[in-house]
């Protein structure tokens, strides 16, 4: 949904540029023949994003969410997915015990609601402006987002008693965490109760390394590596500040530009002409009156000259 249509000569349209290899070495795709190396920009909001941004800066950021914000999410084994899901799981026995309990109960595991749910970032499950909220949150606090949003979600569809009453199957289950109230996922209330959850980073991340001794070796693909993944914004600069120390490269300062917002115009009204009457309209604009024979006078006025 981030990236346009950015496939170069190399690779065929119908591939996907994460199985191509592309973003893992020195090829990116193209754009006009031209390719793009060396450091991606920094990532813009998410409003600027799906508006304003042009073909690289949306590639680039693609690129930073697939490599720096959730690495190991879209690879062939997905084996990052599979270990949030269980991080996950572990979260919502310890802050939604009931919920958990009903889930196991059903048979509802977390892979069969929530890759929908973080591979697409809410893009499919949530209103466009509270997506645009939550990417701007996921930008900027990183993976941590994704837990908050995915436990809020949970708890508007099962929280109460007479929710999962509702709910005594699978398919029932599965229906009520797809079809919330869009009156409960309006930005402003939704992103209160998001901020609401109560997950600190190292909460998480002690969480992911439980999670991490608990899965099998004979698990299929490489082993998840939580720890390349970054928190949010500011650790990347943090890193890419790092890495620019150690090249030898001056430290950059950032910049916030902000943009002020138009001032409202007011309306413009229209003129009351109802009822009014308009002289002249057949005299000249310029010049000297034109002489000619006396009219008549008459009793009433023209049609001509009167407007209803």
Avoid: N
Wanted: aromatic share 8%; charged share 20%; net charge positive.
């Amino acid at each position: 949904m981030l990236a346009p249509v950015v496939w170069g000569p190399c690779v065929p349209e119908e591939q996907p540029w994460h199985l191509s290899g592309a973003g893992r070495g020195p090829w990116r795709p193209t754009v006009d023949g031209d390719h793009w190396q060396g450091p991606a920009p920094s990532i813009p909001s998410a409003r600027d994003v799906c508006v304003a941004s042009g073909p690289r800066e949306a590639f680039w950021c693609l690129v930073q969410i697939c490599e720096v914000y959730l690495p190991g999410y879209y690879g062939p084994h997905m084996e990052a997915v599979r270990l949030d899901a269980e991080v996950f799981m572990a979260l919502l026995r310890r802050l939604l015990p009931h919920v958990h309990k009903h889930l196991q109960q059903v048979g509802v595991g977390p892979l069969l609601y929530l890759p929908e749910w973080f591979l697409c970032l809410f893009a499919r499950s949530l209103p466009f402006p509270t997506v645009l909220r939550v990417w701007d949150a996921f930008l900027s606090e990183g993976a941590r987002v994704l837990f908050r949003v995915g436990l809020t979600l949970v708890r508007l569809a099962l929280g109460t008693a007479e929710q999962r009453g509702a709910c005594p199957g699978l398919l029932e289950t599965l229906g009520a965490l797809r079809a919330i109230p869009p009156a409960q996922l309006q930005e402003e209330a939704f992103m209160s109760q998001v901020h609401s959850v109560v997950l600190s980073e190292r909460d998480l991340q002690r969480e992911i390394k439980a999670q991490l001794a608990q899965l099998p070796d004979s698990a299929p693909g490489p082993p998840p590596r939580p720890q390349v993944r970054l928190a949010g914004a500011q650790a990347i600069f943090e890193a890419q500040q790092l890495a620019g120390v150690r090249r030898g490269a001056k430290p950059e300062v950032p910049r916030i530009v902000v943009q002020p917002p138009e001032e409202p115009r007011p309306p413009r009204r229209k003129p009351q002409t109802r009822g009014k009457t308009f002289h002249g309209l057949l005299t000249r604009a310029r010049g000297p009156p034109i002489e000619g024979p006396p009219r008549p006078q008459r009793g009433s006025t023209s049609f001509l000259d009167t407007r209803f």
